[in-house]
Structure formats: C-alpha cells, structure tokens
C-alpha cells in the first residue's frame, strides 16, 4: 500500500530555513519521480520540486537557488530544503509521487507559514 508521509512544516521568520521531510512507503524505488507540491489560499496547487528517478530534478522559477530537493533511499524519505524563506511561500506543502504506471499520490499536507 502507497502511502507517503510528510513531517517539518512550521513557521518560521522570513529569511529563515525549514527542512520538509516525506517518508514513501512502500519504498522509494516504487516511483518514477517524487516531488513537492504547494496551495496557498485562493491559489491553485503549483510544483516547487520534483526528483526523478534518474535524479533529474526540476524547480519553480520562484524557488531556485534557494529549495534543494533530495532523497535518502535507504530512509525512503525525499527532502525539501528550503531556505531564505520569503512570506509568499506560506502555502500547504504536499508531497508528491509518480508511479511507474503513471499514477499519481498525494501526501496529507504539512503547513509552512512565514512571517515577516
């Protein structure tokens, strides 16, 4: 059974970091590509990352150079590094995966909130 597991929302200054996690169950190697998705309110779910499984990794223009997405196989998790952190990107933070088969799953979401 999929299931993904998302942990490190907070709030946090601007200008400050805050490191997401997302644990894939059953495995990571179970996915072609594991990504971050985020909803602010009154917004539409947008990407911020995705790695894919040949570590090709992609980014919102709004958040180069300052996101790094990972991932720790033998943790089964995959990271959002997120740093100098600006308020606009107060938003619900989901994890993300792409099946192989191209199936989709979503995480239940962890809050991030900056504040200025």
């Known amino acids: 059974q999929v299931q993904l597991v998302e942990s490190g929302g907070g709030l946090v200054q601007a200008g400050g970091s805050l490191t997401l996690s997302c644990v894939a169950s059953?495995?990571?190697?179970?996915?072609?590509?594991l990504g971050w998705y985020r909803q602010a309110p009154g917004k539409q779910r947008e990407l911020v990352a995705k790695?894919?499984?040949?570590?090709?990794?992609d980014y919102a223009d709004s958040v180069k150079g300052r996101f790094t997405i990972s991932r720790d196989n033998a943790k089964n998790t995959v990271y959002l590094q997120m740093n100098s952190l600006k308020t606009e990107d107060t938003a619900v933070y989901y994890c993300n995966a792409n099946g192989w088969m191209g199936e989709d799953y979503w995480g239940q979401g962890t809050q991030v909130t900056v504040s200025s």
């Open positions: 059953p495995s990571v190697f179970r996915f072609n590509a």
């Open positions: 790695l894919s499984s040949r570590s090709s990794t």
